[in-house]
């Protein structure tokens, strides 16, 4: 079935470094989708989102990217710092009437090194 | 605000019992979805209300039931609770629940089938 999925399960960075987590997706139909940050013992927080018309987005310290040529989305966290380790979540809205059936990826697992 | 507020937080249960989970959404969101979480499979969307109405459900057997009342308060219900219902249950509001709405998780039920 069409799924959310992540390149990388697991990555390790140095703090102050740049980090970058990708993510496929295989909807046509999916025309939002969202960056979903969890950390040990919490639910997932929104970091940012990005509707299908654009092909970036910038919060603050993070961009997205959304490359729908090759169904390819990207999270791109500045100046990495040891509160953003956690597991990264991306999730497309597929198809459907109602928003209720957030497709996610399997999570990428930041570790920042000191 | 006060956030999504999940109840309880833990739950130990045997096989075959039956559980109930409650949510209270973020003040003025009419939309509640549920997540199951586990290691293996990640997030999947189990179903989503919007006043009182359950109007998307994802693949899960009958077991797996839920609610909404006036108040946009959510239960869900798993009943004959078997090994496999060991996750991390998960509740999301939204305002109206439309396509390209953001959700808002709570910290979620850890619930233990022994």
């Known amino acids: 079935g069409e799924s959310v999925g992540l390149h990388l399960p697991t990555l390790s960075v140095q703090e102050g470094d740049n980090s970058i987590i990708n993510c496929a997706y295989s909807?046509?139909?999916?025309?939002?989708f969202i960056w979903y940050k969890q950390e040990s013992g919490k639910g997932p927080q929104f970091i940012i989102d990005?509707?299908?018309?654009?092909d970036k987005r910038q919060g603050q310290r993070v961009t997205v990217l959304l490359n729908k040529t090759v169904k390819h989305l990207s999270l791109q966290i500045a100046a990495t710092q040891p509160g953003d380790s956690a597991v990264y979540f991306c999730?497309?809205?597929?198809?459907?009437?109602?928003?209720?059936?957030?497709?996610f990826g399997k999570g990428t697992k930041l570790s920042v090194k000191p | 605000k006060a956030g999504v507020t999940q109840t309880p937080r833990y739950l130990i249960k045997t096989r075959g019992q039956q559980v109930t989970l409650s949510c209270s959404p973020i003040?003025?969101?009419?939309?509640v979805s549920w997540y199951q979480q586990t290691p293996g499979q990640g997030l999947q969307f189990l179903f989503e209300?919007?006043?009182?109405?359950?109007?998307n459900k994802g693949n899960f057997p009958g077991r797996f039931s839920g609610r909404q009342f006036s108040n946009s308060r959510s239960e869900m219900n798993v009943s004959t609770l078997e090994l496999g219902d060991s996750a991390l249950y998960l509740c999301?509001?939204?305002?109206?629940?439309?396509?390209?709405?953001?959700?808002?998780f709570g910290s979620g039920t850890q619930l233990s089938v022994l």
């Open positions: 999301a509001s939204s305002p109206t629940g439309t396509r390209d709405e953001k959700l808002f």
């Open positions: 909807n046509s139909a999916s025309d939002y």
């Open positions: 990005i509707r299908s018309n654009m």
């Open positions: 999730a497309e809205n597929g198809y459907g009437g109602s928003q209720g059936n957030l497709i």
């Open positions: 003040s003025g969101h009419r939309s």
């Open positions: 209300y919007f006043s009182e109405t359950q109007r």
